[in-house]
């Protein structure tokens, strides 16, 4: 089991997390959609390069490390992980599971969107310490709830229930559906379902989704 304390230092067990997805432009606007998601009660931020290139990546890692050190960051590379980054950044997530973690923690693709759907994936990424995180089909398309609840409950039946393993969930989520999968998932990867557009989120969405993950 990955120790919550890993993702988030001081961050109590059971506690659910809201980790917003950036879309890198280039790195002013970066910074200005982190800062809009620590305002908004955010437990920390990804960036996602989605066709930037390795030095917009690099510059947005480093403008957010510079103006927001105290801020979770962690990097999902849709282009390939490049390990000088990891340096500056808490945790990486990939849509597929290699065949080793690049670092702690690992956010590792469990029958997620465009990955092999194969359920012999999961004891497998517990078993090596990934978290699994798993989607709905396609981009902002939500995961229907009864299969997400079945990941959970497989994940109860590897691991004992009573040290619950963390189970993240991305893709269609919004702040009016969020709620069907508290329950069963311990981290929120969202964008398309609290944005304006591709690169911007909508500060007042953003607010309500996070503040519906913690329970408040």
């Given at each position: 089991?990955?120790?919550p304390n890993i993702l988030y230092p001081g961050l109590p067990p059971g506690r659910k997390l809201a980790l917003p997805v950036i879309h890198i432009l280039d790195s002013a606007l970066s910074l200005k959609q982190a800062t809009i998601a620590r305002d908004a009660g955010?437990?920390?931020?990804?960036?996602?390069?989605?066709?930037?290139?390795?030095e917009a990546t690099l510059a947005s890692?480093?403008?957010?490390?510079?103006?927001?050190?105290?801020?979770?960051?962690?990097?999902?590379?849709?282009?390939?992980?490049?390990?000088?980054?990891?340096?500056?950044?808490?945790?990486?997530?990939?849509?597929?599971?290699?065949?080793?973690?690049?670092?702690?923690?690992?956010f590792g693709g469990v029958l997620f969107?465009?990955?092999?759907?194969?359920?012999?994936?999961?004891?497998?990424?517990?078993?090596?310490?990934?978290?699994?995180?798993?989607?709905?089909?396609?981009?902002?398309?939500?995961?229907?709830?009864?299969?997400?609840?079945?990941?959970?409950?497989?994940?109860?039946?590897?691991?004992?229930p009573e040290n619950r393993a963390p189970l993240a969930l991305a893709s269609g989520l919004t702040p009016q559906n969020v709620g069907d999968y508290r329950e069963n998932v311990d981290i929120f990867m969202v964008a398309t379902g609290v944005s304006r557009d591709f690169y911007n989120f909508d500060p007042g969405a953003l607010a309500e989704f996070v503040s519906i993950v913690h329970g408040e």
């Amino acid at each position: 089991m990955q120790d919550p304390n890993i993702l988030y230092p001081g961050l109590p067990p059971g506690r659910k997390l809201a980790l917003p997805v950036i879309h890198i432009l280039d790195s002013a606007l970066s910074l200005k959609q982190a800062t809009i998601a620590r305002d908004a009660g955010a437990n920390g931020v990804f960036l996602c390069d989605h066709g930037a290139s390795h030095e917009a990546t690099l510059a947005s890692i480093l403008e957010i490390r510079a103006e927001l050190p105290g801020l979770w960051l962690g990097l999902n590379m849709l282009g390939g992980i490049l390990m000088s980054f990891a340096p500056h950044v808490r945790g990486v997530w990939t849509d597929n599971l290699p065949l080793h973690k690049f670092m702690e923690p690992h956010f590792g693709g469990v029958l997620f969107k465009g990955q092999p759907q194969d359920w012999n994936l999961l004891p497998r990424a517990l078993a090596e310490g990934f978290i699994p995180v798993t989607s709905g089909p396609s981009t902002g398309y939500p995961a229907p709830p009864s299969r997400v609840a079945l990941i959970r409950r497989r994940m109860d039946q590897i691991l004992d229930p009573e040290n619950r393993a963390p189970l993240a969930l991305a893709s269609g989520l919004t702040p009016q559906n969020v709620g069907d999968y508290r329950e069963n998932v311990d981290i929120f990867m969202v964008a398309t379902g609290v944005s304006r557009d591709f690169y911007n989120f909508d500060p007042g969405a953003l607010a309500e989704f996070v503040s519906i993950v913690h329970g408040e």
